[in-house]
């Protein structure tokens, strides 16, 4: 199940507030500004920074 529009439309990076989208795989949430893709385990967005994975 991939991640809600209503909450895609009110996340964003931790680092730089920045808005995120949901990457190509729909396996990620990528902040173009940071270079970084936020990982989704189980449905769920792990947006924390110590998580991210350098794109």
Known sequence: MPVAK????ILVCPA????VVLN???DGLRC??????Y???DDIPVML???AIKD
């Open 32 to 37: 173009s500004v940071c270079r970084v893709t």
């Open 6 to 9: 209503e909450l895609l439309d």
């Open 16 to 19: 730089c507030k920045r808005p």
């Open 49 to 51: 920074v110590g998580k």
């Open 39 to 41: 990982p989704i385990v």
């Open 24 to 26: 190509q795989k729909q």
